[in-house]
């Protein structure tokens, strides 16, 4: 080859790599990158039903464009791996695996070659051209499915590993001798010194003054190379405006990166473009700030942004001599422990808050002397406008009234649970009531308490775990406790939604009720019973293939209060879902991790004969008993929804609740199977018995 054309790209920078194949890109496929060690390396890839870091190009439909996004690769030759599936008929195995072995990424045009290397410096990236073969059976996508997501796992297993092992080295850096050690103790050091650049202008950006205005101004006081800002920024038309903008810190290219406090509690990171700072152009339009810097390379950010969901606040009261006027309102983000926003109620107790999509949010409300308290209001943010209406009411105790009834199944019906004992614990003491002949009693708890009710365990009975001890917080005059205990036997029971009873199939027939009146199929199991985790199936969004989709998290990260693989009948969890479910939630929620598909199952309630039952994502141990079962589930569907879709139909992944490393979960298909935990795939809600 007499020529060599090298594409040399900053290695800190993001770009496009253009793939080329004549047949396009039907066929599942999966590209592994790297410069060093093949360990640390970036994928990209099609899996049959997402891409990954890469998408075909709407140009040309010949073109894949490979992202590199936050790639983290280092200086050195770009080489690549791939491995793709073809037809069964071509190939036994239906893989061909390393059609590129650990070469340089090139292409080959005439008689030059053309490769990419990256550098401290460059321009663009080449096309590269090469043959991928059709992909023509349906049949053979689904026979390949399996190795596909194998091939996969592998890939990224080895780079987590990679991670995890770099976590234990020591890096030190002497001038221009990096020395590595790894955790055995072992060195080496290599002299790390590299291009020299062209000389630059030393140049520093500070922020002056921030104070409010009728309109938008920047003005530069200090020099061109030590600029110093100072801003006045007007409120927008709905009340909010910026507190503050404060120095964070310098970025990886030279950028100074700055936080913006706005006065509904919201924080924003906007980086100043490195650049000559006497030509630099920072603007407030509106609500976007944006800054130019002498190239003309802009950054900017929408500090009101649209997703967040506006919170209108309503205050009443009928206690006379009481105002409605000048409350404070705190707002406490993703369990944050001070206040994160507030607002404060107008004369006619009306306030507004803006949250941020997707943070969960708890609204705080002041106690007033001769009111009963508020209790506290939890939401997350998934609206674009929500109304929370709150009343003062007047204090006719010193505390909550708790009043607590209890049931018992008792053949096909419920009866009084009469001499039970229960518990009530607070201040450090243990209370005990007595249920009279009807099974009810009745306590009073101060205002302003965490208490926690605990009902005991009874042979031949059961009460889920999450329902059996259970603690609240004194804020109400009264509070409503209703408890039903289950019968231990075995087996799948029609729920009534009318008045809650829990039919077998022949129950069912002899007493003629009617299908619409049945919503769910509870299963239970000695090992359900034992574990606290009987659960019910709602009927229709399986006889409808009605179903959402959801990611199990928005990272794929490892949640630290869950069992790093709980795919075991002897993990914490295996059997109980409504438990993992909560505990994900809370996670997410302390360290700002979306998880959509348990926030959607909690947030469903299943209503039956007056009881409510929470919604939570099926654990593994729950799937395994309901896929064991799936054939009579089936049977009973088969009645009660008659012409509807069963559930041993639906093969696809299903999330559960179970973690399977530090970059899965498990998901359900026929049987347990792993997928990235920012893939989205379908949430069947189970709910708490």
């Known amino acids: 080859m007499a020529n060599i054309a090298t594409y040399k790209i900053n290695y800190k920078s993001d770009f496009v790599l253009t793939l080329h194949s004549d047949v396009g890109w039907a066929t599942p496929f999966c590209i592994k990158f790297w410069t060093g060690s093949p360990q640390q390396a970036y994928y990209v890839g099609w899996t049959g039903d997402e891409y990954r870091n890469c998408k075909v190009s709407t140009d040309d439909p010949q073109d894949l464009l490979v992202l590199f996004d936050d790639h983290g690769l280092q200086v050195g030759e770009l080489k690549m791996q791939m491995a793709y599936h073809t037809t069964i008929a071509?190939?036994?195995?239906?893989?061909?695996?390393?059609?590129?072995?650990?070469?340089?990424?090139?292409?080959?045009?005439?008689?030059?070659?053309?490769?990419?290397?990256?550098?401290?410096?460059g321009e663009s990236a080449p096309e590269i051209q090469f043959a991928l073969p059709a992909y023509a059976a349906e049949a053979a996508r689904q026979a390949a499915e399996a190795e596909r997501e194998r091939i996969f796992a592998q890939m990224q297993r080895e780079n987590q590993q990679a991670v995890e092992g770099a976590e234990r080295v020591n890096a030190t850096l002497n001038g221009t001798l990096l020395t590595v050690t790894n955790r055995n103790g072992v060195s080496t050091s290599s002299n790390v010194q590299g291009r020299q650049g062209d000389d630059g202008k030393s140049a520093t950006v500070k922020v002056g003054t921030v104070v409010s205005g009728s309109t938008a101004e920047v003005t530069n006081i200090g020099t061109q190379y030590d600029a110093v800002f100072n801003f006045v920024l007007p409120k927008g038309e709905d009340g909010v405006g910026i507190v503050s903008i404060t120095y964070k810190d310098t970025d990886a290219q030279g950028g100074n990166v700055y936080t913006i406090l706005l006065d509904n509690g919201h924080s924003y990171d906007i980086t100043c473009p490195k650049g000559d700072p006497s030509t630099a152009d920072i603007n407030l339009n509106g609500s976007i700030i944006s800054v130019t810097n002498n190239a003309g390379v802009t950054k900017s950010i929408d500090v009101l942004s649209s997703t967040d969901e506006r919170v209108q606040i309503t205050v009443t009261t009928d206690v006379p001599g009481v105002s409605v006027a000048g409350l404070t309102i705190n707002a406490y983000y993703n369990n944050a422990t001070v206040p994160t926003a507030t607002c404060t109620t107008d004369a006619n107790g009306m306030a507004v808050l803006s949250v941020p999509n997707g943070y969960k949010y708890r609204l705080v409300f002041p106690s007033i002397q001769g009111c009963a308290p508020i209790a506290d209001v939890v939401h997350t943010a998934s609206v674009s406008q929500r109304s929370v209406e709150v009343e003062y009411e007047e204090a006719v105790s010193s505390g909550e009234v708790v009043s607590v009834a209890i049931t018992e199944k008792s053949g096909s019906s419920y009866v009084a649970s009469a001499s039970v004992t229960i518990e009530v614990s607070y201040g450090g003491n243990t209370y005990q009531y007595v249920t009279g002949s009807?099974?009810?009693?009745?306590?009073?708890?101060?205002?302003?308490?965490?208490?926690?009710?605990?009902?005991?365990?009874?042979?031949?009975?059961?009460?889920?775990?999450?329902?059996?001890?259970?603690?609240?917080?004194?804020?109400?005059?009264?509070?409503?406790l209703s408890y039903r205990y289950q019968s231990a036997d075995s087996g799948l029971y029609i729920v009534c939604s009318s008045d809650g009873a829990e039919l077998t199939p022949e129950q069912w027939d002899a007493q003629g009720r009617s299908n619409s009146d049945a919503v769910a199929i509870k299963v239970v199991t000695q090992a359900l019973v034992d574990a606290g985790g009987v659960f019910a199936v709602p009927v229709d969004p399986i006889a409808t293939n009605n179903y959402q989709s959801r990611q199990w998290a928005a990272s794929n990260v490892q949640f630290m209060n869950i069992p790093l693989n709980g795919n075991s009948s002897s993990s914490q969890y295996y059997y109980d879902g409504l438990n993992a479910s909560k505990v994900i939630q809370d996670e997410g929620d302390a360290r700002s991790i979306n998880t959509p598909a348990v926030d959607y199952c909690l947030g469903l309630t299943l209503e039956t004969g007056g009881i409510t039952h929470e919604g939570f994502l099926g654990s593994v141990g729950q799937y395994a008993v309901l896929w064991a079962n799936v054939s009579a589930f089936d049977d009973i569907l088969s009645v009660i929804r008659s012409g509807g879709l069963l559930l041993s139909k639906k093969t696809g992944y299903k999330w559960t609740s179970t973690q399977d490393g530090a970059l899965f979960a498990w998901a359900w298909g026929s049987s347990a199977g792993d997928a990235f935990k920012d893939g989205s795939y379908v949430v069947l809600p189970f709910f708490a018995y």
């Open 438 to 480: 009807d099974g009810k009693t009745s306590f009073q708890v101060p205002w302003g308490t965490n208490y926690t009710v605990t009902l005991p365990l009874r042979q031949g009975l059961y009460l889920m775990t999450a329902m059996r001890i259970r603690t609240f917080y004194a804020s109400q005059t009264s509070r409503v």
């Open 90 to 121: 071509d190939f036994p195995n239906a893989v061909i695996d390393e059609v590129l072995n650990q070469i340089p990424v090139t292409t080959i045009d005439d008689d030059t070659e053309k490769r990419v290397v990256l550098d401290f410096d």
